[in-house]
């Protein structure tokens, strides 16, 4: 149990396009998720919070209007990177918790590359 | 701000013997501590979690302590195998989050 999957697991586009990833939570309902992004040999770091029905919190230093959450049901949360430039190129990485804030479970992640 | 720290450097150890890993935090206490495993290109896999009040927490070959006064917890791996090799990572909790140490790498040799 408790598998998240994203979608895609990588994708290419071009600078100035924007990009949405989707993360579900397969066999559990998230009632958070949670958003990453990881640069190569780096740690994961927290983006964003976001809780069913209600407005994604940002960490310091992370641009809303660039990185657009939205957490629709308790099944699905989708991350859109707006017009995304080479720098936005990482490693993006949901995880979603359930009953116990303390438990999470990490998605396979998504490859993003910015030409 | 919160300070995880994790040795950066690889941890190079010969089959069978105990691999141990480092978390040091500073400037917060959390309730919780997480250990994960994360294979290159993959997202981290839950391994461990032990909380504040527990001072170790055993699974199969794995062990975590908690020394809440040093702030430090410890991450070990009893009778490596070459197929333990991955990057290990530390996640203290709190304030409803978790942050995430840099990771160590480890290598087990045959």
């Known amino acids: 149990g408790a598998v998240v999957s994203q979608h895609p697991s990588w994708v290419i586009c071009k600078s100035g396009t924007s990009v949405k990833i989707e993360c579900r939570s397969l066999?559990?309902?998230?009632?958070?998720m949670f958003w990453y992004r990881q640069f190569p040999k780096q740690s994961l770091m927290l983006m964003a919070t976001s809780n069913e029905g209600s407005k994604a919190t940002y960490e310091q230093g992370v641009e809303k209007d660039k990185f657009l959450i939205n957490h629709a049901s308790l099944t699905l949360s989708t991350l859109t990177v707006t017009s995304a430039h080479p720098e936005d190129s990482s490693f993006y990485i949901c995880?979603?918790?359930?009953?116990?804030?303390?438990?999470?479970?990490f998605g396979p992640g998504t490859r993003l590359t910015v030409t | 701000s919160q300070k995880i720290e994790q040795n950066s450097e690889a941890l190079n150890i010969q089959e069978g013997k105990t691999a141990t890993l480092t978390c040091n935090y500073t400037?917060?206490?959390?309730?919780?501590l997480q250990w994960y495993r994360q294979d290159p290109g993959r997202g981290p896999v839950f391994l461990l979690l032990?909380?504040?009040?527990?001072k170790e927490k055993r699974k199969e070959r794995l062990k975590v302590t908690f020394d809440t006064t040093l702030k430090q917890s410890l991450f070990h791996i009893t009778a490596s195998q070459p197929a333990d090799s991955a990057t290990y990572l530390c996640a203290p909790y709190n304030f409803n989050k978790f942050y995430f140490g840099s990771g160590t790498k480890l290598n087990v040799k045959p």
């Open positions: 066999d559990f309902q998230a009632t958070t």
């Open positions: 032990i909380r504040e009040n527990e």
């Open positions: 995880s979603a918790s359930g009953t116990s804030d303390y438990e999470q479970y």
């Open positions: 400037n917060y206490s959390p309730a919780y």
